[in-house]
């Protein structure tokens, strides 16, 4: 009984100063992985010590690569891979011809991003999976970022919006007539200021959020 009892005050100690994978915290982020390429592989060293190797097929080139927190990706002209910390192997989504050369990535310690003229796709720490969203056929794409815990894409006719809590694109449309004048995002929150309407997207609650300025 005695043990049981130390052994309760000990795990209620660690749950007090210990704090969440995913706490929406403002504190620095260590980079958990290392990743090269080297042989037509590329390879991922987590936490300096498991290697997990995927090799390129023919003609398959690097296009870009990154690092950060808990994910490392890779762009190639055929595919776009993620691993994350908990994962026993890297993850591909196949892109289309020319896909690849007109999109842009982007990468945090917790989501990994890439937009192209067709669609955006993401790939987020906690779920281990891709989520994509179909963009609007000849919507001009005005911004994509990405923060800690929260991803935004951005065209001229609606915002989307991705984060930890629910790893799929919720979006939200614009008005006839409303303009985008101010985007800002922070690692927790996103900021859309459009000619009618603040709207917010927050990775507490994965929603739009609007207030009208009018």
């Known amino acids: 009984m ?3 009892r130390k052994l309760l005050a000990m795990l209620i100690f660690l749950s007090i100063v210990t704090p969440p994978l995913f706490s929406y915290a403002e504190e620095e982020i260590e980079n958990k992985i290392d990743i090269t390429e080297s042989n037509d592989k590329i390879i991922a060293i987590i936490s300096g010590s498991k290697a997990i190797e995927f090799e390129l097929r023919l003609k ?36 289309k011809l020319d896909e690849s ?20 796709i993401a790939f987020d720490a906690r779920s281990n999976r891709f989520s994509e969203v179909q963009l609007p056929l000849h919507d001009e794409l005005l911004a994509a970022e990405v923060d800690k ?3 935004i894409v951005i065209t001229n006719s609606r915002a989307f ?45 994965s929603t739009w959020i609007e207030h009208r300025l009018n």
Not at 66 to 89: E, K, P, W
């Open 101 to 120: 050369e007109k999109g842009t990535a982007s990468l945090s310690p917790y989501i990994a991003l890439l937009v192209t003229p067709d669609r955006a």
């Open 149 to 151: 815990y929260v991803a």
């Open 60 to 95: 398959e080139n690097v296009l870009w690569s990154d690092s950060n927190g808990h994910l490392g990706a890779f762009l190639t002209n055929q595919r776009f891979f993620v691993i994350s910390t908990a994962s026993s192997s890297w993850q591909s989504m196949s892109l």
């Open 2 to 4: 005695l043990i049981c």
């Open 161 to 205: 919006g991705i984060s930890l809590k629910s790893p799929d694109f919720t979006e939200i449309p614009f008005r006839l007539g409303e303009s985008v004048e101010k985007i800002n995002i922070t690692s927790s929150k996103a900021t859309v200021q459009t000619s009618d309407r603040l709207l917010t997207f927050g990775a507490k609650t």
